[in-house]
């Protein structure tokens, strides 16, 4: 099952309904990504061979989320998380409630949150 969220910055970004996790069409890990070519964040398959920015399409490696040079600040609460010996991605994923990486004013002033409660299939 997945979850949706939500990112907001100060700075007035905000991401839309993100949708997480993986839903009942296969086994999948939907997580928020940060693409220096169009500088947008994005939600992409992790456990896809080749991951491209769904925006641009570039090849270019996108930056996960969890990356330290997207954390600013860790928060209390998490937000989303992947076990790596579930989803054989090589390590686990964390993302809090701290702030992150804005990809409009590129300071770490952006929040994940579930703003609204939503579970998908």
Sequence with gaps: MGRGIDA?????YESGLLLLGCGMSGPAVLFPCYCKDCKELVVVDLLKKRIRCPKCRRKRPLVIYDEPEMIGELGSEVVDR????????GRDLTLTNGTYLCPRCGR??????T???????
Excluded: N
């Design 82 to 89: 992947y076990s790596e010996s579930t989803h054989r991605l």
């Design 8 to 12: 907001i910055c100060d700075c007035g």
């Design 108 to 113: 770490h002033r952006l929040r994940f949150g």
């Design 115 to 121: 703003g609204r409660m939503v579970l998908w299939d």
